[in-house]
């Protein structure tokens, strides 16, 4: 079996990281890859309420895990609030991915794309003087002015997203 590779996507609140992950999952797909995904949510996320079943089986029945199963989907509730490194989840619940793309977790030490747009901010999270500035593989922006030493991608480019994928892979980690 090929080992499995990651790559995170990151950038500013609403700069566009998630509908640049859904693309790249799908460019990838379309190539015959399998893909996986890891979410960051800066929120808590409200699956498991107070008084629902599957809330009842972690908390007042002690359970590890507890998988919700219904039509078309599967849910796994995992309660290891401390587990948060991308690359951990990645080995323990994703096992079998070509790939995994990870959205968000921008400190991580992971081969990074970047998704800038000056209508979420006006400045990138990358600067050259970060300690970690080798892990961009890429930027893609809107910003026609905007330059960096790792290839910088524009919006209005044509074939972008095909590039972005195939540099993605070549860069990706293995883990």
């Known amino acids: 079996m090929a080992e499995t590779r990651i790559l995170s996507v990151i950038g500013k609140q609403n700069a566009g990281k998630t509908t640049l992950t ?7 797909v379309r190539k015959g890859r399998r893909v996986m995904t ?3 949510s800066a929120d808590p996320v409200e699956m498991d309420r107070v008084g629902t079943d599957s809330y009842l089986h972690a908390h ?7 998988v919700v199963v219904a039509p078309g989907f599967r849910v796994l509730l995992d309660y290891h609030p401390d587990e948060t490194d991308p690359v951990t989840l990645a080995r323990r619940f ?3 991915a070509d790939l995994v793309l990870v959205e968000g977790f921008q ?3 992971l081969p990074k794309i970047e998704v800038f747009r000056r209508e979420a901010s006006s400045t990138p999270l990358y600067k050259p003087s970060l300690p970690n500035a080798a892990e961009w ?4 922006t ?9 290839p910088v991608l524009r919006f209005r480019d044509t074939m972008w ?3 972005l994928a195939n540099m993605g892979w070549e860069k990706a980690r293995p883990i």
């Open 137 to 140: 593989i890429a930027i893609v």
């Open 161 to 163: 997203l095909h590039l």
């Open 107 to 109: 400190d991580a030490e």
């Open 22 to 28: 859904v693309a790249l999952a799908s460019e990838f």
């Open 94 to 96: 994703l096992q079998g």
């Open 60 to 66: 007042e029945g002690k359970a590890e895990r507890t």
């Open 142 to 150: 809107d910003d026609d002015r905007f330059e960096a030493p790792c």
């Open 38 to 40: 890891i979410k960051q």
